[in-house]
């Protein structure tokens, strides 16, 4: 039995160029599409194997095209290729249940043997996007902060001074900062500044939910 599979992306002339390459008693093309939501539609009516998908393109996004596969036909795998290799791209689709990610000069036999172990649900993963993983996995994870830290935290995001947080916390202002010097000392920096960041990267803080 050929692999079954649909080819996602906005670019007409790269799902005919990928096209190409699956086109044999191997693999069976039952589909494509050019975004998210009109690859939901193929995939019910195809009901692939696996979905070879870009991630940026117009109405739904890779991302969120993973999620929906997860829901709505959990057996399909879903196999990353595009040419975007950042923690933005390739952390969400990973989380998202994605199986394999490739970057689009990835050689033609290499892609082929992808599909094939995403087919067997074996996780496939370029090198550079296997490196930025597991930099992620041994990068020292900052400590937890007290409902009282992140309380002077969440102030400080949105501009208050020492004062105003001692004022609006019912604190003295020396007790504010004695709050800040531990927030730096367990997100490991050296400002204000560079603490909120930190918090928003690690997830400590989010936007529009820190009142």
Do not use: C
């Not at 296997?130 to 002077?152: C, F, H, K, M, N």
Request: charged fraction near 30%.
């Amino acid at each position: 039995m050929p692999i079954r599979l649909i080819i996602v992306d906005d670019h007409p002339i790269v799902r005919d160029g990928l096209r190409g390459i699956f086109t044999d008693d191997e693999f069976e093309v039952v589909g494509e599409a050019g975004d998210g939501l009109e690859a939901l539609a193929v995939v019910g009516r195809t009901r692939p194997d696996v979905v070879l998908t870009d991630l940026r393109m117009p109405r739904m996004a890779g991302a969120e095209l993973i999620r929906r596969l997860r829901e709505q036909a959990p057996g399909v795998r879903v196999l990353v290729l595009t040419t975007f290799d950042n923690d933005a791209d390739v952390l969400p689709a990973i989380e998202e249940g994605a199986t394999g990610y490739l970057l689009k000069d990835t050689p033609r036999v290499e892609l082929r043997r992808a599909v094939r172990a995403a087919a067997r649900g074996e996780t496939v993963l370029s090198p550079s996007v296997a490196g930025l993983l597991t930099q992620r996995i041994r990068a020292p994870r900052p400590q937890r902060l007290s409902r009282r830290e992140l309380e002077v935290l969440s102030l400080i995001s949105r501009g208050a001074t020492n004062r105003e947080v001692a004022r609006k916390l019912f604190i003295t202002e020396a007790t504010v900062k004695t709050h800040l010097l531990h927030v730096f000392a367990k997100l490991d920096v050296k400002d204000r500044a560079a603490a909120v960041a930190a918090a928003y990267e690690s997830g400590l803080l989010r936007p529009g939910t820190d009142d």
